[in-house]
């Protein structure tokens, strides 16, 4: 019912900025949840930031002061904005919108930080 894609991701050196889009198709409502997360390889999926309209984001401790999450509901998108790029960040970002106990996901975009 729901497809999300994103995009945006790409090379970076270290301290640069990167901003990530998610457009959603289908039934997407702004009284659910919408977040990032990202997998870099050999570890776990992990929470970067999350959305819900009228509420305060909610970020992971190691983005706080450096990324910020934003949400378009006239457009149907979600934003990522990275500032201040570590190489620890280097990852594939995933855009997630969350009813109830249903997951949906995209398929990713590559972020790469390096010099």
């Known amino acids: 019912q729901v497809r999300l894609v994103e995009s945006g991701g790409g090379l970076v050196q270290p301290g640069g900025s990167l901003r990530l889009s998610c457009v959603g198709f289908?039934?997407?409502?702004?009284?659910?949840?919408m977040g990032w997360y990202r997998q870099a390889p050999g570890k776990e999926r992990e929470l970067v930031a999350h959305?819900?309209?009228?509420?305060?984001?909610t970020y992971a401790d190691f983005v706080k002061g450096r990324f910020t999450i934003s949400r378009d509901n006239a457009k149907n998108t979600l934003y990522l904005q990275m500032n201040s790029l570590k190489p620890e960040d280097t990852a594939v970002y995933y855009c997630?919108?969350?009813?109830?106990?249903?997951?949906?996901w995209g398929q990713g975009t590559q972020v790469t930080v390096s010099s």
């Open positions: 289908g039934l997407i409502s702004s009284f659910y949840p």
């Open positions: 997630n919108y969350r009813v109830t106990v249903n997951n949906y």
């Open positions: 959305i819900t309209s009228g509420i305060s984001p």
